[in-house]
Every structure is written in structure tokens, then in C-alpha cells.
């Protein structure tokens, strides 16, 4: 039985690894066996202060299976606004590193953090809105973490980030650009991609198959939480609408934010993309939001709903359909 090991990728890893797969085929323990194996201190992260603090319970501690499996006594240990993570068995109460909510780096500067190593940021997609800017605060964070470590000859800040497949409508995938890619790896069945400083995995996992036939989800096939765990699709996301289409058949029409709207010369349908057009009204979602909604924007739910509105990708789908509905 052949579950998802990291250890398998670590020759892969960039600054930023994404790995986005079903439910529990491995991502975080093997992600943690190797840092605690390998002895490199980490910053374990999650979303919110709450899931930290439950974190750091016996009832919700990541490490328990880990601790069971291995011997070890891990616990994560509050301190002030942040918490320290510690081996209990070992003779030296050996310090692992780190633990904090992504939400404290809002506001927080100055910490000189230069023995950490590598961040593990877990469950890093909700499946509900932040009441903060995530993606800012992920750059925050690694500006705070990794200081001037590159500038200084030394190795960059590795950062693995772990999800199961909710949602591509993630603040951290748009702000690296990475939607479009991921939508890419989906349609062409692909599961790792590679930059000089990014990886992306979509593993897919002898465990998921088996999970199948067990009592859990039996009669859930076709359900959204089936395609989400089991099936590592994102279920929560609709591609419908998405489509390529040639501009030169189109005429604009207007346009709001980043985003031209655009109408067919023959058969009336509307296409949303970024390819520019001039001599439009233009419109900011800030300023004059209502005015658009009023001239354009209140038609267009039904044109949705009737297939006549499409879009060149996900991203414009996300952002466009937040105006108009």
C-alpha cells in the first residue's frame, strides 16, 4: 500500500511547493516525518489563530499519529502569540521550531527567525472567506521569515504548502499567477510542474483508489466531498463557461477593472477576457462600480445562466461573476 511520501519529491522542492491531493494519503505526516527525521527546523502555520490553538491540544495535535508511529512525545506549546513545538521524549526536550497562525504577519515585524528553515503551512485553501488579506501575509511572512538569506549567499526559505483540492479560487494560487497553470495540469492529466522556484504537485495516490471501497464513502460517488477527497478534483469550482475564443469574432463593449467585456459580431454572445480594446467606457469597481452594474452588469447573471456569457479562463470567471452577482 503505497501512500504519498515526500520524501520522493524532496530533490523537487523550490521556495514554494504546492502539493494539493486527497484526503489523508500522506501530505502532512510525511512532510513532518521528514523535518523531524532530517532535523530541519520549521515553522508549522495554519490560516487562523483558532486552528492553532486547537492544534495545540491533545485532541487536535498533528503530530499524534506521528508520535504513535514513532516514538516520539510532540506537542505544539503556546507562548505569547506564537507557540513552540517540542519533543517531550527526548532527553533535551528537543525544539523542533515553530508554530503560528498566517494572520499574526499582518502586523508582525522585527523577529529574527533565521533558524528556521522551512515553513509548513497546512490546510493553506478555505473552503470560507479570511477576514485578512492572505496572500499579503504570506509574503509578509516569508519577508519576516527569510530576511536577506539569499542576498547573503545563504539557501532561500523552503516553503511547503499542503491542501486537499477545495477550491483554485485560493488568494495565494492568484497572487503567484498560478491558476492558470493549475487548470492546465487538470485538463492535460498532468501532476507535477516546475519553475526555478515553484513546484506544483497533484499526486495521485494508491490510498485514494482504496478509500473508495471503504465504509466512509460508500454511496458518496459523484458527491462534491467524494471528487474533493478521493478523487483530488476541485470540486467546489465550475468550469463552465471557460472557453478560448477567437477576439478577432468579437467587438468590445467596456471595460471594468482589468477585464474588457466583449460581444460576438454575429451571434450576440459576450466574452469576458484581458485582451485590451480602446475607445470603450471604462469602469473601476471602486469609483463607479454601480454604474456599470446599471449599464451592463445587471443583464449579464441570465446570460450566465443561458451560456451566453463566457470567459477565457477561471481567474476572469472568479473575478467577473463577483461583480456581477
Known sequence: MKWFDIADHINDLKPISIIIGGRGIGKTYSALSYLIENRKRFMYIRNTKVQIDESATDFGNPFKRINK???????????????????????EKW??????????????????????????????IEDRKLNFDQFKCFVNMRETI????ELLGEAPLYNILLSNAQSLNSPILAGYNLIGTIESMLRADQHKFKTKDKLLLLPESEISELKKNTSTYA????????????????????????????IREYKPICKVDDMYLYIH???????????????IPEFNTKDNGLMFYRSYGRFLPMEYAKGTLEFSDYTTKCKFLAIIE
Open 265 to 279: 459580431k454575429s451571434s450576440f454572445k459576450k466574452y469576458v477576457c484581458n485582451i485590451q480594446a480602446t475607445n
Open 146 to 149: 527569510g530576511r536577506n538569506r
Open 95 to 124: 525544539n523542533l521550531g515553530y508554530a503560528a497562525p498566517l494572520s499574526i504577519f499582518k502586523n508582525y515585524r522585527g523577529a529574527d527567525l533565521s533558524d528556521v528553515d522551512y515553513v509548513l503551512f497546512d490546510e493553506f
Open 69 to 91: 508511529d514513532k516514538g516520539y512525545d510532540i506537542h505544539i506549546v503556546p507562548e505569547k502569540e506564537h507557540f513552540n513545538i517540542f519533543d517531550f521524549a527526548s532527553e
Open 219 to 246: 454511496g458518496l460517488e459523484g458527491t462534491r466531498i467524494f471528487k474533493e477527497n478521493i478523487e483530488n478534483k476541485f470540486a467546489n469550482d465550475s468550469f463552465y463557461g471557460i472557453v478560448k475564443r477567437n
